[in-house]
């Protein structure tokens, strides 16, 4: 996640210092009042770690069973891992957690005195994804990865200003996300069928600074930590052409479900904003 900070504060400091050697540093009296829309761009970095597949062997909603082959043994005792499957075995996974974001906006703030108050909403995309492996005794690797498609953030948020130029800020609000899970497997006997993108909620909160550079135009740096509750993912497994003897039938219910185990995605950001004040 580092070199996403750096890339950051190297790209403010960029934007930043030519704009305001040229610019006095006195009052502006139009200071942090009114509306105004934006973006963002910056860098994404997974902060939850995905360790295992949690299974549901007869389809009664109710996940953490074991599957087991025809003679009672664990199908899955090779293990799991955070990562995509390399190889049919544990030791062999990738796992990237860094990608790029980006995002528009549109806001307004009220300013009182050296105490800013508003409120942001903005629309865009964390482009990174996660995946976790579970590798079974045929041998046979599996692997699970979610994304998210589209993610909507509203904010209010709290500052202060000293010179009415640069202002501090914390902010925080609710979180939605299309968050998509895909399956791919060595396993060619079973049919294995997702259910696609699915609506998911929660938080972010963080805080920042944020610098005008004349009138109506300003640049800041920002961090936000984000939440969201992501259990609806699911893999349904059918018979295809295995038999009846297949772990994943052997409880009777026609196929077995499984998802992520961790059933929230969390995730750092740390980007560069613009704004254009009205």
């Not at 087991?68 to 075995?89: E, I, K, L, Q, R």
């Not at 993610?151 to 202060?160: D, F, K, L, M, S």
């Not at 004349?214 to 993912?233: C, H, M, P, Q």
């Amino acid at each position: 996640m580092n070199k996403f900070f750096a890339v950051s504060l190297a790209a403010l400091a960029c934007a930043a210092s030519p704009a305001l050697a040229q610019d006095d540093t006195g009052t502006d009296e139009k200071g942090f009042n009114g509306f105004y829309i934006g973006g963002s761009f910056g860098g994404a970095h997974t902060a939850g770690k995905v360790d295992s597949i949690s299974f549901d062997r007869n389809l009664d909603g109710v996940f953490g069973d074991t599957i087991t082959t025809a003679t009672g043994a664990n199908a899955f005792s090779p293990g799991f891992c955070s990562g995509t499957a390399t190889t049919s075995a544990p030791s062999g996974c990738t796992f990237a957690r860094d990608g790029i974001e980006y995002y528009g906006r549109i806001g307004a703030d009220a300013q009182r005195g050296n105490i800013v108050v508003g409120f942001v909403v903005e629309g865009g995309r964390p482009d990174f994804n996660e995946s976790v492996s579970a590798f079974s005794t045929t041998p046979a690797s599996y692997t699970l990865t979610r994304d998210i498609r589209l993610n909507v953030n509203a904010r209010g948020r709290i500052g202060y200003t000293p010179n009415s130029r640069t202002l501090f800020y914390v902010a925080g609000g609710p979180t939605y996300a299309k968050v998509r899970t895909r399956n791919a497997t060595s396993n060619t006997a079973n049919s294995f069928t997702t259910n696609g993108t699915r609506d998911e909620w929660g938080f972010n909160a963080g805080g920042g600074i944020e610098q005008k550079i004349g009138k109506n135009f300003s640049i800041g740096l920002e961090y936000l930590y984000t939440d969201v509750r992501a259990d609806s993912g699911r893999v349904r497994v059918g018979p295809g052409t295995a038999g009846p003897t297949n772990p994943f039938l052997l409880a009777g219910a026609g196929g077995t479900d499984f998802r992520f185990s961790n059933q929230q995605m969390r995730w750092h950001s740390a980007r560069v904003t613009a704004a254009f004040r009205f």
